[in-house]
């Protein structure tokens, strides 16, 4: 039976066997006048041969459905997909941390290499420390300048709160400096290796924090390492030895003041790092000219240059480059990572950097100086693995 279709306000239905009996009734389109308040439900009904021309007409209008089809069932599969595409970028993600913690190991081992002769040649750390981060601030403001680099969005509270920050960086790296212009750079990175058991003590007794015992007992080999690779160093200096004392626990400051007054601070690890060369310029150039003086520094030029010749002019250069790069890229790598694996980084890089300076500069060690390194470094590493922020 064929249902029946209203084609008019008037009624002009037709049904089952009326249909040629009515069908002279039906109006013509063209003679229909419309109206205004005509309301219909009901659809016309199509009637057409299963293999007819209208069929391929329907199926080329059902592709739509089709495809929600195919993006309902990609919905439902969305779970085992999540689980793929994670797979790829975690891969990319380990791909990408390695490849940091290569540059940043091999741009420390050159630094360290440079920033040795040059203090070699040119014994005044305080201007050193000075070139070095006056080459990365002009390298990071050239950068903003060219657009290389998007400038970040500071203001006089980020400003404020990097102060203290700056403050210690700037007593950490020339004091740093200081160090290995007295001593082998092996032995300066030795004693640093001892950063942990500062950070260990700087929180128990001036901030009141506690920690688990296995994190006291990690400091053990830390210290006794330490002090046995101190005394058996051929080339003890107590400058060198207190330098890198002082920039231990300056460094251990740096951090406490950069996690304290940094969070929620919506700045890049690279343009982070370049705000704080900055400001440590600005406070390390005038202590730089009272403790040394242009006097002093023309008379070492000179002497640099009829010792080592131009080469010297290109050793400087190279350990600010180097200096800055090494920087930028570890503080690009920790916002990458977490603080963990950052330490076990660093504490890699250390073991690098000794290793090559004991290399590159025939540096004499005796059996029981390597043993105390090690048992340093290892207890470093077993600092690291307890102390999971």
Known sequence: MIPSVRLSPAPAAFAGSSLRTKSASIPSISSLKPSKHVVSSLRP?????LDGSYTAELKSRRQPLDFRCAASSAADDKESKVEVVPAQSEGAQRLKISIYFATWWALNVIFNIYNKKVLNAFPYPWLTSTLSLACGSAMMLFSWATRLVEAPKTDLDFWKVLFPVAVAHT????????????????????????????????????????????????????????????????????????????????????????????KGKSVSGMNYYACLSIMSLVILTP???????????????????????????????????????????????????????????????????????????????????????????????????????
């Open 287 to 389: 202590f730089a000219i009272a403790m040394e003086g242009p006097q002093m520094w023309a008379a070492g030029w000179q002497k640099a240059l009829a010792e080592v010749g131009p080469n010297v002019i290109w050793w400087i250069a190279a350990q600010s480059v180097f200096y800055h790069l090494y920087n930028q890229v570890s503080y690009m790598s920790l916002d990458q990572i977490s603080p963990l694996t950052f330490s076990i980084g660093n504490t890699m890089k250390r073991i690098s950097v000794i290793v090559s300076s004991i290399i590159i500069f025939h540096t004499p060690v005796r059996p029981v100086n390597a043993l105390g390194a090690a048992i340093a470094i290892l207890g470093t590493f077993l600092y690291s693995q307890i102390c999971d922020p």
């Open 45 to 49: 009904l199509y009637l057409s041969p």
């Open 171 to 262: 007593i950490g790296h020339v004091a740093a400096t200081v160090s290995m212009s007295k001593v082998a750079v092996s032995f300066t990175h030795i004693i640093k290796s001892a950063e942990p058991a500062f950070s260990v003590l700087v929180s128990r007794f001036l901030l009141g924090e506690t920690f688990p015992v296995p994190v006291y007992l990690s400091l053990l080999p830390i210290i006794g390492g330490c002090a046995l690779a101190a005394v058996t160093e051929l080339n003890f200096n107590m400058v060198g030895f207190m330098g890198a004392m002082i920039s231990n626990l300056a460094f251990v400051f740096r951090n406490i003041f950069s996690k304290r007054g940094m």
